[in-house]
């Protein structure tokens, strides 16, 4: 980056939140078309983060200077008590804790649980699907993710019981802070709607993990399930503080595996409804490649549209829509003085519509990953996994059962979705639908 430097170039922003007080990110949206890939400052009061969209100033932040940017200060402080010190902190903890989780989330490994994820989504497909009657659509994408998640890493380690009590308060403890992501400068002590709801979920997930970690090392981390892997890879880190680091690798690796997939699905449903010629050709090519046969892997090699029409679902709609760092040290991007202490704000949600890399960047088209066609793009014009040494480890494992997921219900059922008009995002830590969307499968 240059070293020269250029004044800051500020934006209003309070005054945009005000506007779009009911769904927030439309004011980043807003800030993001005004900024048009250049650094800016959002006026938020006494508070004043960097804002960063342009393909070059997303690889410094991540990769070039990716040690200067960590995960912590006023975004971040408030999930701390969800995020731990696992794999979604930053230093000594968060490489510890990639070393020991890294190994179950590489494409090989994934691979080698392919065809169990299939049988497991489509045996959730029997047992959740109710025909012909509506039902809440993050729900019911939720009730296949999540436990097909648990059955594949966890084995028999969280119970059926333990599953239903985790899925409610995951989604509690991603939605509950949300009014302090976009109001950061509020004082902890000052209390906010969600805080205790917030508080309430972790102790959830706490009653159901403790449990299941003690239970683990007093079985000497018998079996090969990710609680025991983890009790073994710490088996040196004893007593209450053990516990906890197990604890945070447990609680972040179940979020990464299952939080991205139940949200980016959720978005799948009303996406095919509003595109009709979309639809039809995902449809076509499901009827062709899997016809009446339960969908394995052995089908998703040829499942090239369906594949496209996740990639694009993820550019328009990313479940990690804001990913903020804190600088350590003071840095210049593109000529702009970053200063040490200050917040820089990224988002694949802004970069994914930057007109200067995506040509009509509101339009759903799924012919944008065609087969060679990445090869256009910079390659940090699309990253809805993150980029760097902190991208999402459950990348390949979402590649593999969204289209299982899809396939499996789209073979036999045609989706209805009840809803009139665009379906808009909500304020929560992850890009999620408008609460309460609705949808019936109609048999085929």
């Known amino acids: 980056m240059a070293t020269a430097t250029a004044p800051d170039r500020t934006l209003p922003f309070l005054r945009r939140l005000t506007k779009h007080a009911r769904i927030p990110i439309n004011a980043f949206e807003e800030a993001g078309t005004q900024a048009d890939g250049e650094l800016v400052r959002l006026s938020m009061g006494p508070f004043r983060p960097y804002l960063v969209t342009h393909p070059d100033h997303v690889q410094h932040v991540f990769v070039a200077n990716q040690r200067n940017y960590v995960r912590e200060g006023m975004f971040w402080d408030p999930l701390a008590p969800l995020l731990g010190e696992g794999i979604l902190s930053d230093g000594d903890s968060?490489?510890?804790?990639?070393?020991?989780?890294q190994p179950l989330f590489t494409a090989k490994y994934v691979n080698s649980l392919a065809e169990r994820m299939a049988e497991i989504i489509d045996e959730l497909i029997e047992e959740t699907v109710v025909p012909g009657q509506p039902f809440d659509v993050a729900k019911g994408v939720s009730a296949i993710v999540h436990p097909t998640i648990v059955r594949l890493?966890?084995?028999?380690?969280?119970?059926?019981?333990?599953?239903?009590?985790?899925?409610?308060?995951?989604?509690?403890?991603?939605?509950?802070?949300?009014?302090?992501?976009?109001?950061?400068?509020?004082?902890?002590?000052?209390?906010?709607p969600g805080d205790r709801p917030f508080k309430r979920a972790i102790e959830t997930i706490d009653d159901v993990v403790y449990p299941r970690i003690r239970q683990a090392r007093a079985q000497e981390q018998v079996g090969d399930d990710v609680v025991s892997r983890l009790c073994r890879a710490r088996q040196?880190?004893?007593?209450?503080?053990?516990?906890?680091?197990?604890?945070?690798?447990?609680?972040?690796?179940?979020?990464?595996?299952?939080?991205?997939?139940?949200?980016?699905?959720?978005?799948?449903?009303?996406?095919?409804?509003?595109?009709?010629?979309?639809?039809?050709?995902?449809?076509?090519?499901i009827d062709r490649v899997v016809g009446d046969d339960r969908v394995?892997?052995?089908?998703?090699?040829?499942?090239?549209?369906?594949?496209?029409?996740?990639?694009?679902?993820?550019?328009?709609?990313?479940?990690g829509w804001i990913l903020p760092r804190m600088a350590v040290e003071t840095d210049v991007v593109d000529g702009v003085t970053i200063e040490a202490g200050s917040t820089v704000l990224l988002s694949p949600f802004l970069t994914h519509r930057l007109p200067k890399f995506w040509d009509r960047p509101l339009v759903f088209d799924p012919e944008r990953f065609a087969p060679g066609n990445d090869n256009r793009?910079?390659?940090?014009?699309?990253?809805?996994?993150?980029?760097?040494?902190?991208?999402?480890?459950?990348?390949?494992?979402?590649?593999?059962?969204?289209?299982?997921?899809?396939?499996?219900?789209?073979r036999k059922y045609r989706p209805v979705v009840h809803h009139e008009g665009p379906v808009l995002p909500r304020l929560a830590s992850s890009l999620r639908p408008v609460a309460g969307l609705s949808m019936t499968l109609v048999p085929r």
């Open 377 to 410: 793009r910079h390659r940090y014009a699309y990253w809805p996994f993150g980029a760097g040494p902190h991208v999402c480890l459950g990348q390949h494992l979402f590649m593999m059962e969204a289209p299982l997921l899809i396939a499996g219900i789209l």
């Open 94 to 101: 968060w490489q510890e804790s990639r070393r020991i989780l």
């Open 296 to 319: 394995t892997t052995a089908h998703l090699p040829d499942l090239v549209y369906l594949r496209m029409f996740v990639h694009e679902l993820l550019r328009l709609y990313p479940p």
């Open 153 to 192: 890493f966890f084995g028999a380690k969280i119970s059926v019981a333990d599953i239903n009590r985790l899925v409610p308060a995951y989604d509690v403890a991603v939605t509950a802070k949300a009014i302090r992501l976009v109001m950061p400068f509020v004082p902890d002590q000052f209390p906010m």
């Open 236 to 285: 040196d880190d004893l007593g209450a503080e053990g516990d906890r680091r197990i604890r945070d690798d447990l609680v972040a690796m179940h979020g990464a595996s299952t939080e991205t997939s139940a949200t980016a699905l959720t978005w799948a449903w009303p996406v095919l409804q509003a595109y009709p010629e979309i639809a039809a050709k995902v449809q076509e090519e």
